[in-house]
């Protein structure tokens, strides 16, 4: 049974950092590509940062240069490391992992950026 279960979201000022983390479970980590999107309040859901096998990392134009997605493939952990946050960054972050047939989804964490 595939899990990912998110944290550590949070409350924090403008120009502050935040650290998150999924946990992944029932899955063949280490072999497959990783994503963070987020979703605010009346918008669609956005990709955010993906992370290849490799540790390779992409980013959203509205992210590079302040966002570092990383993983640790013994742990089955991927994380989003957020800095200079902004307002426009508050939303629920969900960690995704993709089959060709099924797209799997953490509950999300909630991030809110206050100016």
């Known amino acids: 049974q595939v899990q990912l279960v998110e944290s550590g979201g949070g409350l924090v000022q403008a120009g502050g950092s935040l650290r998150l983390s999924c946990a992944a479970s029932g899955i063949s980590f280490s072999t497959n590509v990783m994503h963070w999107y987020r979703q605010a309040p009346g918008k669609q859901r956005e990709l955010v940062a993906s992370?290849?096998?490799?540790?390779?990392?992409n980013y959203a134009d509205s992210v590079k240069g302040r966002f570092t997605i990383s993983r640790d493939n013994a742990k089955k952990t991927v994380y989003l490391q957020m800095n200079s946050l902004k307002p426009e960054d508050t939303a629920v972050y969900y960690c995704?992992?993709?089959?060709?047939?099924?797209?799997?989804w953490g509950q999300g964490t909630q991030v809110t950026v206050s100016s």
């Open positions: 995704n992992y993709n089959t060709p047939w099924v797209a799997y």
């Open positions: 992370i290849s096998s490799g540790g390779v990392g």
